[in-house]
Nanobody, 121 residues
Framework: QVRLVESGGGLVQPGGSLRLSCAAS????????MGWYRQAPGKERDLVAT???????TYADSVKGRFTISRDNAQNTMSLQMNSLKPEDTAIYYC???????????????WGQGTQVTVSS
């Protein structure tokens, strides 16, 4: 059973910083991509940033230059450094991993339980 566990959310003032972490555990053969998504109240879940096993990263336009995604392939962990936070960044942030549990098995999507980020004065 694969588990993704997020940590690091909380309340921060506008302009502040937070660092989110995600740890994947369980039966994992290979993680091809990891990413962060967020969902604000009444809105759909949107992509924030993704990172491939080789380190190539992509970002939503709304977070470019403020957020940095990173991962440790050996530890199956991923982080999101969030700087210059704005009230519109308030959302539940979800960790996602596209991975295979065994060789020659297809790639499946896994999600964490989410962590709340609130940006408010």
């Amino acid at each position: 059973q694969v588990r993704l566990v997020e940590s690091g959310g909380g309340l921060v003032q506008p302009g502040g910083s937070l660092r989110l972490s995600c740890a994947a555990s369980g039966r994992i053969f290979s993680i091809y991509a990891m990413g962060w998504y967020r969902q604000a109240p009444g809105k759909e879940r949107d992509l924030v940033a993704t990172i491939l096993s080789g380190g190539s990263a992509t970002y939503a336009d709304s977070v470019k230059g403020r957020f940095t995604i990173s991962r440790d392939n050996a530890q199956n962990t991923m982080s999101l450094q969030m700087n210059s936070l704005k009230p519109e960044d308030t959302a539940i942030y979800y960790c996602n991993a596209k991975l295979s549990e065994r060789p020659f098995r297809g790639v499946d999507d896994y999600w964490g339980q989410g962590t709340q980020v609130t940006v408010s004065s």
